[in-house]
């Protein structure tokens, strides 16, 4: 049948052969360098002891990096930051993950609705079923890191579904946390029927890998540079193979929500707004940075209790006050690696912003993120003090 006979629409992506070429290119691409084996083979051969006593990331992704924390610390000590950077940055990934499947699913389902986009559907499933090889990969090894040297989990958590909080450690309330559910349940239903709100997703997770892709590549440049990669730590090449295959991900994102969109019939106010508001939830939950973990913006106050946790468990051996005073030192007090989250925190706000540019449906505030660039390292200093003084009245 004619193809424009043959649509609901009276545009659609044959007419866009550029985009279709690149798709199906982009997925042969993405088939021949699947690292999903590769992935399930060092989760099976992953042996925590033959690792331990090394450094897994790059010396400057080390959890409290420059902070009193990490200046105070042994060697052996330095050696468990370091991994257990690659715990908590990965624990954040699965959780992440875990969303991605479920909207990759919703919004494939709302794009097959419309003639022509088998290759977008094809290729979120693929994804959909690498990013299940990633997180069986970040568990298998986070959960033993934390086994062995905790014996409980501090970072990590048991499986769960997309309707839990993305970010693990954030700033919102009770309150703010039941509403963000229910956003997402509506957020699924409408993405699951609008082709554009499920290209518009896309944005939404462009935006949000932006920043893991320049954290990932200097991680996996760990193993791409080891002068000895066979015998490397197993969670490097973890990070490596990880990187290979977001890649992809992130050029599926950039080209479904800048290009694919321009054969769907123009938005409704009502999906404008829609993706607005996704928008403006992204910058709600990268407002803040966190001293502990360059490049995951996380809320540090939330994170206190774990980070008490550590510093209590047998790796640090601190007692209730040694503790605290570590704490408070590292949180309180203005830092190097403090300076290098907050300089990170600024560079996302800029590359985001470069990234919107040309999208004419988004509002100003969201173009110029104007509530993301609201923080700042005077706020972020007060607003942790000000959680570490109640933190340290509870702290047990
Ligand atoms: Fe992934
Ligand atoms: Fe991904």
Redesign the pocket.
Known sequence: MNRKLSQRHDICLADDPKTQKRLELALKRSKELDQTQNMDGASKSFNYDTCKDEYWNPEKFSLLYKTWIWDQATPAQKVKLNQLFWVAYYSQIISA?IA?IFFNQTSAAALYGIEDFRIVCDTLDL?SQ??RA?IHAFKTVSERFEQENFGKRIFTYPMRTPFEKTMLYSDLSQFQQWWRKWQLRFFTMVSSNSAFIGCQYFTVRGLR?LNGKIVQHQLSRFYSEHPDKENSPIPSQISYFHFI??SF?FNTSTVVSHDVINSLPKPTALERHIGNMALKGCQMDHYNFSTAINGIFWYDPALFESIYQMLRSPVFGMSRDEALHAMEKSFCEESEGMLASHRTHRESVDSYRAYLQDFNYISRENKDLTLMAGNSLEKHLSTNRRAFAAFRRSAA
Do not use: F, G, K, S
């Open positions: 993950e991605t994804e690498q990013e990633h890998t295959d977001e991900h």
